[in-house]
């Protein structure tokens, strides 16, 4: 079984404040880990991926995230926030074997909404 | 082009009526699902296909009625419609055999019973 915990359902920032969302995961095998960003009224785009290849991970829009096997977290990060950052992100963990029972099945933590004041 | 498109974005209907949820990909993706997302934002899977075959069926009412005519398309049929049933729905689709690239999401659908 797997499930993923967002520490924070809310976080504010200042608009140029670094962002920090936080994740950790609970897998019984080695996960593939994603964060994906969801604007008011969108569907979910992938923000970054974590695929068993390099640990820190760089995606769209300036955003990171590092997975730490240690401590079972893939924290997502940005520098400096900006204004169109503000929105709702989601970390989810998947099966890494994909033909396993899982086919690519994203299980998703409970999301945590990211305010930009200016 | 959308790479995932479903249709309607909006559904408004009573109690008791059957409707349906189409959804389309033209990414060449095996494997496609249906997801939920409840009033508190939460996001379950309810069903993947792979090849049309449904691979993951979660714990769903019997109300709901997934069908795949063909690799590219995953409809969603639903029955006797509940207060309950209200929520977005979100197709999605990956290429899982190739390696898991994550999973690409329509707009969603969002459903209100009445």
């Known amino acids: 079984a797997q499930s993923v915990t967002q520490l924070g359902s809310h976080v504010s920032v200042s608009e140029g404040a670094l962002v920090l969302l936080r994740c950790n995961y609970s897998s019984s095998v080695p996960p593939y880990l994603f964060w994906y960003v969801q604007y008011p009224n969108q569907g979910l785009q992938l923000l970054l991926k974590?695929?068993?290849?390099?640990?820190l991970v760089k995606g769209i829009n300036g955003f990171e995230a590092e997975f730490k096997k240690s401590e079972t977290s893939f924290h997502l990060t940005k520098p400096s926030a900006h204004m169109s950052d503000a929105a709702e992100y989601f970390c989810a963990v998947t099966n890494s074997n994909a033909g396993g029972t899982s086919y690519g099945k994203l299980t998703f933590g409970q999301g945590t909404i990211l305010t930009v004041h200016p | 082009d959308t790479a995932v498109s479903q249709t309607p974005k909006y559904l408004v209907t009573q109690m008791g009526n059957d409707k349906s949820i189409k959804c389309e990909q033209n990414l060449g993706h095996d494997t496609m699902y249906w997801y939920k997302q409840d009033s508190k934002k939460f996001l379950k899977i309810m069903f993947s296909?792979?090849?049309?075959?449904?691979?993951i069926n979660e714990t769903v009412p019997n109300r709901f009625s997934p069908k795949s005519p063909d690799k590219a398309h995953l409809n969603l049929h639903i029955n006797s419609l509940e207060l309950g049933d209200s929520a977005v729905y979100f197709c999605?689709?990956?290429?899982?055999?190739?390696?898991?690239?994550?999973?690409?999401f329509g707009q969603g659908t969002r459903l209100t019973v009445v």
């Open positions: 999605a689709s990956s290429q899982v055999r190739q390696g898991l690239a994550g999973a690409f």
């Open positions: 296909y792979n090849n049309k075959e449904l691979i």
């Open positions: 974590y695929t068993s290849a390099a640990t």
